[in-house]
């Protein structure tokens, strides 16, 4: 080789170099841009394609991420959102926590003076995903950190920062910051949750968003909740499964492939990275219930809920007010924990119709009554019988009264009968499912909050507490009510009407 000939590799590759570290400071300006930007500098290729229905891709969680900020960057076409926030509710190995740590380095890279805290379900957890962090800087991007790299946190030279926090409210009261990222939130406790909720600030430059990333492990668990409650707060929510980031099947026998149950050939799409031969030993080694919820995100496992047999495609129907039925009503009291009331039918054939629902808190008894006079078809001397809890004759200390003796000055008449928990737990199972297979139970639509309830509701964890549900003051109102309708309508001729 001539020395002009090596001169001119050693140019080429001197401008190559430029090149490349020129681009790998540009800030990508599309979807495409950022997935190419990710697989070139980082080396991860990152699936970008909807196999199931309703669901996200994995890409399309990070440019939400990473583009939310665009309005904020010259000659934009962005509006400037209120808020960046998002659920990320995805399967086992369907990479999120790699893909939060990427989120976490390109908002430290291009938004100056950005704040990202982790804050994971356990300190395994959030150390994860600093370490997924930290192993993209040690692989050629040291050059963009402020000092060097601590055991929890980082210091970037643009003024952006990253740092993770411990599973515990002390931790997290006082942080101001931009992006907080909670990585497996259904193993979140409650009040660390509930401190989370108010640490992130924008600026002028950088939008708020706290990201919430889990699979959901079980139907009552916080993932659940935030899940139900995103679409009222107008709060993205990317879910995906095992069918978005598997590897392509290409060589196959689908008739003969164990996964075929559930891939019905979605592999044959698919373009992600998960083995399919490991999918299987997964799916062998787990319970059906487990493999669902894990892998595939269709609902929750339910080993630890009550009524588990609960399905809304069966039991959740349209169903009205008949005036050819009698109509009852079933109350659960409460003020801090909603007064629950239910409006119940039962047809000819033993068919019991929850046709509508009133759940309110920190009202008073004279504005239930109202509410639930208004809310009833018929006028209340035909209505059939009111249904309640026993403990609701009890006096108040500073009213001087009951809620039942109030009830019923406002023109509503009670009727109860005391009953075990276990008995009326008993008697709903039974219309959900009877011994020969029969369901006798339909709940209309509209009524939200059991229906939610009849699938939340469920055992503590510990075992040493025994054989009765959690009382945790959000699902147990609900079904508290339905109970009192069953004990009595069950025991018709036994119920007596007291004057309290």
């Known amino acids: ?43 991860i290729d990152v699936p970008d394609k909807r196999i199931c229905p309703d669901h996200s ?16 960057t010259p000659h934009s076409r962005y509006k400037r959102p209120a808020n960046a926030d ?33 804050l994971g379900g356990s300190g395994e957890q959030a150390t994860r995903m600093y370490e997924y962090l930290t192993g993209f800087l040690n692989n050629g991007l040291e050059h963009l950190l402020d000092g060097p790299i601590l055991k929890s946190k980082c210091r970037f030279a643009n003024g952006s920062a990253v740092e993770v926090l411990m599973q515990s409210p002390t931790s997290i009261r006082g942080q101001h910051i931009q992006k907080l990222r909670c990585d497996e939130l259904e193993l ?37 909740k935030v899940v139900s409650s995103a679409s009222q707060f107008g709060t ?14 290409t060589d196959r026998n689908c008739s003969q492939c164990p996964l075929w149950e559930d891939c019905q050939g979605r592999a044959k799409a698919a373009s992600g ?72 039918q039962v047809d000819g054939d033993g068919l019991v119709r929850v046709i509508d629902e009133y759940v309110r808190s920190r009202a008073t008894i ?10 009833t078809p018929v006028p209340e001397e035909q209505v059939a019988a009111t249904f309640c809890d026993p403990a609701g004759k009890g006096v108040n200390d500073v009213t001087g009264t009951s809620a039942v003796r109030e009830l019923r000055s406002l023109g509503i008449a009670l009727r109860s009968r005391r009953s075990g928990i276990l008995e009326g737990i008993e008697l709903i199972r039974r219309a959900i499912r009877s011994g020969s297979g029969q369901s006798t139970l339909l709940i209309s639509p509209r009524c939200t909050r059991i229906i939610e309830a009849m699938q939340c509701y469920h055992y503590p964890h510990s075992a040493a507490t025994g054989e009765l549900p959690l009382k945790d003051g959000l699902y147990d109102h609900p079904i508290d009510a339905l109970r009192y309708f069953f004990v009595n309508y069950n025991h018709s001729a036994k119920t007596t009407t007291r004057r309290y």
């Open 1 to 43: 080789m001539t020395q002009m000939t090596l001169s001119q590799t050693s140019t080429d590759l001197e401008k190559a170099s430029r090149i490349y570290t020129e681009l790998r400071r540009t800030r990508p300006a599309t979807k495409w841009d950022l997935r190419n930007y990710v697989k070139v500098f980082l080396g």
């Open 57 to 72: 891709s994995p890409m399309d969680y990070l440019w939400h991420s990473f583009s939310a900020d665009a309005a904020n």
């Open 86 to 118: 998002a659920v990320i509710w995805a399967n086992r190995a369907g990479g999120k926590t790699e893909l939060a740590a990427i989120a976490t380095l390109l908002d430290c890279i291009f938004k100056p003076n950005c704040q990202v805290r982790i």
């Open 188 to 224: 979140f406790h409650e009040d660390v949750f509930a401190a989370a909720k108010f640490t992130t600030q924008s600026t002028e430059n950088v939008i708020a968003a706290m990201e919430l990333i889990s699979t959901m492990h079980r139907p009552y668990g916080l993932m659940q």
């Open 236 to 249: 993205p929510v990317f879910k995906w499964c095992l069918w978005e980031v598997i590897e392509k099947c």
């Open 273 to 344: 990275y998960l083995k399919i031969d490991d999918c299987i030993t997964q799916m062998r080694r787990a319970s059906r219930a487990g493999w669902e919820a894990e892998m595939l995100c269709k609902r929750p496992s339910r080993e630890n809920v009550v009524f588990a047999q609960f399905d809304p495609d069966i039991h959740v129907r349209s169903v009205d007010y008949d005036p050819n039925l009698p109509l009852y009503r079933a109350l659960d009291f409460g003020f801090v924990n909603p007064f629950v009331c239910l409006w119940i």
């Open 366 to 375: 004279d504005v239930h009554a109202n509410e639930i006079k208004t809310r």
